[in-house]
């Protein structure tokens, strides 16, 4: 009996040990203490050039964030040396990256929270290139050079609080408000819109999100930035009526929907620039497709093709 009472009390006694080292943090408990290991970091926070400040443009431009749905990364790269996408080639290449997730619904909660597409070679987290930094999740309270922190649940929240206006247009059915699941990343915003005119299975529908678009930006205050998300579905499937002749999508019929989508990209950059002066943009796909290879067919899956996208940031 005193036996077991002085192994109880031992427990005791070593968890109040460990108890006090986290919160003290001390020894290795403390490391542990957040989800990321900071010691990834010493090496290559101080040393990365980042390729934009974005201190430097929160507060001073809108922002805009174009997510081409689906669009594959072998894809975007064959279009823009061919010059087949020649807005899209203005602003620079495309940068082969890893895609946040598999399909819409993780890549978005990702890109929303400042999780965008990483480099292709990126080994570990401090490898990738964060323009927003969220500074509550244990990644710690610094920002890298060049990344913006944020307060909030999301980058939205975060440029509101800047007095940012944020919009939503959105195009695949994840922003059909219809739906409850369709309300969620609409919610995210001030303001959102979607109509059956934007859904995937119309022709037409980045033409009509862009005119949408255009009409609201007449009667937006001028004195207000915009944070602007776009969500282009044209290229997700179905994809087949871009190209003529086909009866079923393939890589070369989501090659014809980027060249459709580039010229209705081209209205947009224009008229905002015109209206609205200077913005950054950054413009990315969310996740891959497949249409057959390795016998896999679409996204939700983990394949190179799905898990590799293009990204580019440049201002307007």
């Given at each position: 009996m005193e036996?077991?009472?002085?192994?109880?009390?031992?427990?005791?006694?070593?968890?109040?040990?460990?108890?006090s080292e986290y919160l003290?943090?001390?020894?290795?408990?403390?490391?542990?203490?957040?989800?990321?290991?900071?010691?990834?970091?010493?090496?290559?926070?101080?040393?990365?050039?980042?390729?934009?400040?974005?201190?430097?443009?929160?507060?001073?431009?809108?922002i805009l964030l174009v997510c081409l749905d689906t669009l594959r990364y072998d894809v975007a790269a064959k279009e823009e040396a061919?010059?087949?996408?020649?807005v899209l080639n203005r602003y620079g290449s495309w940068k082969k990256c890893q895609a946040p997730g598999n399909f819409t619904w993780p890549?978005?909660?990702a890109m929303f929270a400042g999780f965008l597409p990483a480099d292709c070679d990126a080994k570990n987290l401090a490898d990738r290139e964060m323009l927003f930094f969220p500074k509550q999740i244990g990644m710690g309270k610094?920002?890298?050079?060049?990344?913006?922190?944020?307060?909030?649940?999301?980058i939205m929240e975060g440029l509101e609080k800047e007095g940012y206006d944020t919009w939503c247009v959105g195009g695949v059915s994840f922003f059909d408000k219809r739906s409850d699941l369709g309300k969620v990343f609409p919610g995210y915003f001030r303001k959102s819109y979607w109509n059956p005119s934007f859904g995937c299975g119309v022709k037409d529908s980045t033409k009509n999100q862009v005119d949408f678009?255009?009409?609201?930006?007449?009667?937006?205050?001028?004195?207000?930035?915009?944070?602007?998300?776009?969500?282009?579905?044209?290229?997700h499937y179905p994809n087949y009526f871009y190209l003529e002749g086909s009866s079923y999508d393939t890589a070369a019929s989501h090659g014809a929907a980027l060249r459709y989508v580039d010229g209705e990209l081209g209205r947009l950059f224009d008229r905002w620039k015109e209206k609205r002066g200077e913005a950054f943009v950054?413009?990315?796909?969310?996740?891959?497709?497949?249409?057959?290879?390795?016998?896999?067919q679409f996204h939700g899956i983990n394949h190179p093709?799905?898990?590799?996208v293009p990204y580019k940031h440049f201002f307007l």
């Open positions: 036996k077991n009472m002085e192994i109880q009390e031992n427990l005791i006694g070593s968890a109040k040990t460990e108890e003290n943090g001390q020894g290795k408990a403390a490391e542990n203490a957040g989800e990321v290991p900071f010691r990834l970091f010493s090496s290559s926070r101080g040393q990365r050039q980042p390729s934009v400040d974005m201190n430097q443009v929160v507060g001073k431009m809108d061919q010059g087949t996408t020649p890549s978005h909660h610094k920002a890298p050079r060049g990344a913006y922190g944020f307060s909030g649940g999301t678009l255009l009409k609201k930006l007449d009667g937006a205050d001028p004195e207000q930035n915009i944070f602007m998300y776009l969500n282009v579905d044209a290229i950054i413009c990315c796909s969310d996740h891959g497709t497949c249409y057959g290879e390795d016998g896999c093709i799905v898990n590799t």
